[in-house]
Each structure stands twice: as structure tokens, then as C-alpha cells.
């Protein structure tokens, strides 16, 4: 699994951050619908890993961006769980470029990794229900042979 730091050869991507997220999880779904609202700059690349056609880069396994919340930010560094979120908050505006600051404070980073890796084991619960409340049925297994209501993160 890859974790915060950056890896040693980062993959540079231009003058875009670069989300990876998984597209058969509802709420992973309905919260980047809401970043792509925000993304007015057009700062962000959304990329959907959940099927073959999403490959995160060489450095990245498909399996491991389909369990975390990654980003590559345009300098090209890997990052996952807080440290991600907080890169991504500092790319949207308003309050949320405040709360990316807030969050890429080590002390603060440390704690939302900790409440992150908390959320993990329960994501793909709190995923199925959303997908029910929201009409959205349990995607069919991936290739991955795992059900997509059942990843671990």
C-alpha cells in the first residue's frame, strides 16, 4: 500500500492535480460529483480506477488506489489518505483551500490519518447504504474478483 510521503522518480503531470477514485463506490462517487462542482478552475483531473481502463501510473497499483484516496499533484508526487485530501482541499476554493491549509499542518495531517484509516474498514458498509439511499444499486465485481460493495477502503 502506498502511504503520504512522495515516491523517489514522481511522474509529473502538468498544471493539473490528479484524483484517483473509485467509481463503483457511491459515496466515493457522490463526494468527487461534489469537488468537480467546486473545481470551477478546472485544477483537477478526476480519474475512475475501478475498471481495467483506469490505470493510475506505474507507481500506483490499481488495487491500492481502488482502497485509499490518492493524489498526484502536478509536480508529479504520489500522495494518499490526509495528506491527499489536504493537497485536493488546497486546490478548490474558499473555505476549503483554508481547510487544506489547515489539514497539510503535520500535527493536524497526523490526526485526519488517523480518523481516515478509522473510516477505512467501514466505508464499504457506509457505501451500500448510501447506494440504497441514493437508487443506486451495488455494482457487479470488478476485475479485481472482488464485489464492489465489499472493498476494504
Do not use: N
Amino acid at each position: 500500500m502506498t502511504d503520504a510521503r512522495a515516491h523517489a522518480e514522481p511522474i509529473a503531470c502538468g498544471d493539473r492535480m490528479t484524483v484517483y477514485y473509485d467509481g463503483s463506490c457511491p459515496l466515493c462517487t457522490a463526494e468527487i460529483g461534489h469537488y468537480r462542482k467546486l473545481d470551477t478552475a478546472g485544477a483537477v483531473t478526476f480519474a475512475d480506477v475501478s475498471s481495467a481502463a483506469g490505470d493510475p501510473g506505474p507507481d500506483l497499483a490499481r488495487t491500492d488506489a481502488m482502497a485509499r484516496f490518492h493524489v498526484r499533484t502536478p509536480d508529479g508526487r504520489l500522495l494518499s489518505g490526509a495528506a491527499a485530501f489536504a493537497a485536493l482541499w488546497r486546490a478548490m476554493p474558499g473555505p476549503w483551500r483554508v481547510l487544506g491549509q489547515l489539514a497539510g499542518w503535520r500535527p493536524v495531517t497526523v490526526v485526519l490519518e488517523g480518523v481516515y484509516r478509522a473510516f477505512l474498514p467501514v466505508r464499504p458498509a457506509l457505501s451500500r447504504a448510501f447506494g440504497r439511499f441514493r437508487g443506486r444499486p451495488a455494482a457487479a465485481p470488478t476485475d479485481t474478483g472482488t464485489p464492489a460493495g465489499r472493498r476494504s477502503g
